[in-house]
Nanobody
Framework: QVQLVESGGGLVQAGGSLKLTCAAS????????MGWFRQAPGKRRELVAS???????DYADAVKGRFTISRDNAENAVYLQMNNLKPEDTAVYYC?????????WGRGTQVTVSS
């Protein structure tokens, strides 16, 4: 069974940077969409960024210009470079693989941005 494991979260001051990594354990033939979601306390889970196998990148308005998503198809990995972090970016970040017939979620990694 394929699992996704996130890493790279932590505590950072406002204005700082973090890079999240999500890697799949096991083989996946093809991942249509790789994405990052986040969920802050008391809020709904929201899409942060996504990357299709065709090269389309999409971002939530709140992170445009600050976050960059990238994917490594050979390694079945997806990354999220987060710059100029703000306290409102504080959340648990989850990666997600949409394989076409099913979706896989990671367990999440905590990102905390102090003011």
């Amino acid at each position: 069974q394929v699992q996704l494991v996130e890493s790279g979260g932590g505590l950072v001051q406002a204005g700082g940077s973090l890079k999240l990594t999500c890697a799949a354990s096991g083989n996946i033939f093809s991942v249509n969409v790789m994405g990052w979601f986040r969920q802050a306390p008391g809020k709904r889970r929201e899409l942060v960024a996504s990357a299709t196998s065709g090269g389309i990148r999409d971002y939530a308005d709140a992170v445009k210009g600050r976050f960059t998503i990238s994917r490594d198809n050979a390694e079945n990995a997806v990354y999220l470079q987060m710059n100029n972090l703000k306290p409102e970016d504080t959340a648990v970040y989850y990666c997600n693989f949409y394989v076409g017939t099913y979706t896989i979620w990671g367990r999440g990694t905590q990102v905390t941005v102090s003011s």
